[in-house]
């Protein structure tokens, strides 16, 4: 059931204080369950009890992952910017790259899957980014309720039964993020964001996304991963030089180097 | 080494009888390699001798899977058309709903990977549709080019062993389109197709694309997929009927039916 919160409603610290407003299982009208940028809600989707139409229904609900751009680039005036899939495409794609190692043994094609999966649910929620203000456990509690309707509603038929425990293990891996493969899907997702990001600064000449590298690649654990970013992080140091900006580069930057709040937290 | 197509030279029947002209590894400037829509490509990537720059140089190669948009839709006025990676994402996520069954099984991770990669070729030849007259050895070769030139000269470093390998044998697999895996990307690649044809039909009143279904739909194999088709042409044929159109909707498929070519072969 979702959570309605009322509109107007004052900042709600606790989950379990927001009022839960249902009349007969519909949502009150007077109160709308907002997602990415305030945008409205629709209802979740309920069972028609046909399997057949309610697959067709997640096939089309998936469409929304193409028409979804990732708003954090439609924010700070990207033309064009990407689609959720897009972005989950190429951290598919880098998951297929990185090396076996057998001292960080991980299950590739598992965080292949894992990429496709972790933002499933923004095609009901939208692209909430960080800096929207909406608290992270609301974030979750809302993208939770999405998947529940995703699974339990749409695939919830016996013959899509392999199919819903598939996405509810690779969701719910992926938000504990305790696994490794988790983990690596997280770093991808990080260094993915820092990549569009150089792309963007380098064929629109976007100047605001410091904020993006601030945010993402001090935080990379991986060692391949840090090295595709140290490598990016020098590309983009020469792109703003080549443009006579490499001061205002380092200072966008503020000092934020690849894994800098990994190497500290090893003592390193 | 790219096979140079000497701008408006005669149609070409057989590969071998294709002048080659390379002058010091340059292609000489009056022989153009041609991609999608007829556009001039790029001469191929050579490796730096850096493996760090050749990777970077994969990753930002991959894009071009996000800018380019898939051509069929282009061309029949569809606004906002899907790119490369929206279309492979979505073939992803279906692979993933495709249940276990031990009379037919299948490799669904292996699929989920081979769906991400089949379309690779693309990021450097374009997205070259049936109809525009490219012979298809010609599209197999140009692409058997691209796919040679991202892995031997940006992945061709050791560090990028493993990625390389994994790269080769998922697209080699689907190119060959013997094994189970590999003929239930391609299903997935046509009913993908119909699904997001249909989509476009309800979103922006396209009327010209029965030939995407006719071409797509009577080649389905795998049950599940057609399946979903079934349901899926039920959809168009009420979505026609309630604009009063249901009859141009019969018209434009000419009889074509799920499975019709596949359920001939096999006598039933």
Redesign the interface.
Known sequence: MPIAVPVGSPKIDKMDSLPITKVNNQVEETSKVLGAGGKELPAPYKSTGNE??D??A???L??Q??VQKRSGWIREGVKEA??I??H???M???A?????DPSRPLD???C??MA??HD?AEAHVGDITPVEGVPAHVKHQLEEQAMDSFLNEM?GGE?????RE??RSLWDEYEARETPESKLVKDLDRVELA??AV?YERSQDIRTLSPFFVGSIPNLEHPVVQ??A???ME?RRQLWASRGREQEEQDGLGGAKVGDKTKKVNGV
């Open positions: 057949a139409l697959t067709l997640f096939l089309h998936l469409e992952l193409k990407e689609s899939s897009d989950m495409c190429r598919a794609l880098m297929m790259m990185i090396p076996q590739i094609p598992r292949v899957m496709l999966v499933l695939l013959g899509n039964k392999d199919a598939r996405f990549l569009q792309e090295k595709w140290e490598t990016l590309e």
